[in-house]
């Protein structure tokens, strides 16, 4: 089938990719195949490779679980990637929560979760659950990155979201700003849940975009305390160095 034949079959999206092709957000060399119904990516695979992987989904004891090991409800942690602001995963980080460019956060939650699959991570996961943005930033930004990941993650596994049982009450200043104890305050008693006993006994899977002190998980765990019987677990796409 040539070119001009498959852009046709294919409508208005293919010929907008063939004028538009996506590019790699940190080279901007083209990442399109010639399969115009192939997932779209923000990465080419050399960037891809570059990003320094944690490899923490068969490892446990990581440095992810370090961060909320003392609270005897939580199962296991993961993160996709090491953080650092030196490095290109800053780049695409600030691209998806900044730059209205969350297909970059569905790409790298859709490979983390392929990823995942190769181990038994996902396996006894009830529910995913997205750390939720307050609603004035939600408008601001049009999108909560998070919800995003978590998509991609059960578009892989399978494993249901749910963005109804806790919501963010109190439109708290960015933890990027805050530094040391500062963290901790910042995210007190900023969530609340709603309908605890729909989520008795779930082991869910909370999900954020980067886990620096884990302050923000740690609230969002306290809050769901009203989930009798639940455990918890967490993922991110990225943990900080």
């Given at each position: 089938?040539?070119?001009?034949?498959?852009?046709?079959?294919?409508?208005?999206?293919?010929?907008?990719?063939?004028?538009?092709?996506?590019?790699?957000?940190?080279?901007?060399?083209?990442?399109?195949?010639?399969?115009?119904?192939?997932?779209?990516?923000?990465?080419?695979?050399?960037?891809?490779?570059?990003?320094?992987?944690?490899?923490?989904?068969?490892?446990?004891?990581?440095?992810?679980?370090?961060?909320?090991?003392?609270?005897?409800?939580?199962?296991?942690?993961?993160?996709?990637?090491?953080?650092d602001k030196e490095?290109?995963?800053?780049?695409?980080?600030?691209?998806?929560?900044?730059?209205?460019?969350?297909?970059?956060?569905?790409?790298?939650?859709?490979?983390?979760?392929?990823?995942?699959?190769?181990?038994?991570?996902?396996?006894?996961?009830?529910?995913?659950?997205?750390?939720?943005?307050?609603?004035?930033?939600?408008?601001?930004?049009?999108?909560?990155?998070?919800?995003?990941?978590?998509?991609?993650?059960?578009?892989?596994?399978k494993i249901p979201?749910?963005?109804?049982?806790?919501?963010?009450?109190?439109?708290?200043?960015?933890?990027?700003?805050?530094?040391?104890?500062?963290?901790?305050?910042?995210?007190?008693?900023?969530?609340?849940?709603?309908?605890?006993?729909?989520?008795?006994?779930?082991?869910?899977?909370?999900?954020?975009?980067?886990?620096?002190?884990?302050?923000?998980?740690?609230?969002?765990?306290?809050?769901?305390?009203?989930?009798?019987?639940?455990?918890?677990?967490?993922?991110?796409?990225?943990?900080?160095?």
């Amino acid at each position: 089938m040539n070119l001009l034949k498959q852009l046709l079959l294919n409508g208005r999206d293919a010929i907008g990719s063939f004028v538009y092709p996506d590019r790699c957000v940190l080279c901007q060399n083209i990442t399109e195949s010639e399969d115009y119904n192939a997932p779209r990516k923000s990465l080419c695979p050399v960037c891809l490779k570059k990003l320094e992987h944690t490899n923490q989904f068969d490892l446990r004891g990581n440095s992810t679980e370090d961060v909320f090991y003392q609270d005897n409800r939580f199962e296991k942690g993961a993160s996709f990637l090491f953080y650092d602001k030196e490095n290109n995963i800053n780049q695409l980080v600030y691209a998806f929560k900044y730059r209205h460019l969350p297909d970059v956060a569905t790409y790298l939650a859709t490979e983390a979760a392929i990823e995942g699959l190769q181990s038994d991570f996902f396996d006894d996961i009830d529910v995913i659950i997205p750390i939720p943005l307050h609603p004035i930033r939600y408008r601001k930004r049009g999108y909560n990155q998070s919800e995003y990941i978590a998509q991609a993650l059960s578009q892989v596994t399978k494993i249901p979201t749910d963005t109804t049982h806790v919501s963010r009450i109190r439109n708290n200043r960015q933890q990027a700003l805050t530094k040391g104890k500062e963290r901790e305050t910042n995210v007190k008693g900023i969530f609340q849940v709603n309908h605890p006993e729909e989520m008795y006994r779930k082991h869910i899977l909370i999900v954020d975009d980067v886990i620096t002190t884990g302050s923000t998980i740690r609230s969002c765990m306290e809050a769901m305390k009203e989930f009798r019987g639940a455990r918890f677990s967490v993922f991110a796409l990225a943990k900080a160095i």
